[in-house]
Nanobody, 114 residues
Framework: QVQLEESGGGFVRAGGSLKLSCKAS???????MSWYRQAPGNERELVAG???????HYGGSVKGRFTISREDAKKTVNLQMNSLKPEDTAVYYC?????????WGQGTLVTVSS
């Protein structure tokens, strides 16, 4: 079955940390792996992405606080989120490009209280 399974969302106080993980199954030849987020009333935005070669890209608001990594043997992409702020509150979505296709996860909610 082709799917992305996300985990790690939850509630945390400002300044805290969370780690999101996304495991792909049923697909191969994975290229780009990334995390997006969407807060209520806002458009979905790129948080961080990582290429097959390990090059990383970050949205401006998370640089220096979030770290994306991938474990290709496990078909997993992780997002370590530190120094979380209330404005990081959103549903976080995993996104994977494989072959000529794109796959989205169902989303995991991250809530940061002030």
């Amino acid at each position: 079955q082709v799917q992305l399974e996300e985990s790690g969302g939850g509630f945390v106080r400002a300044g805290g940390s969370l780690k999101l993980s996304c495991k792909a199954s049923g697909i191969d030849d994975i290229k780009w792996m990334s995390w997006y987020r969407q807060a209520p009333g806002n458009e979905r935005e790129l948080v961080a992405g990582i290429t097959l070669g390990g090059s990383t890209h970050y949205g401006g608001s998370v640089k220096g606080r979030f770290t994306i990594s991938r474990e290709d043997a496990k078909k997993t992409v992780n997002l370590q989120m530190n120094s979380l702020k209330p404005e990081d509150t959103a549903v976080y979505y995993c996104n994977v490009h494989y072959r000529n296709w794109e796959l989205w996860g169902q989303g995991t909610l991250v809530t940061v209280s002030s």
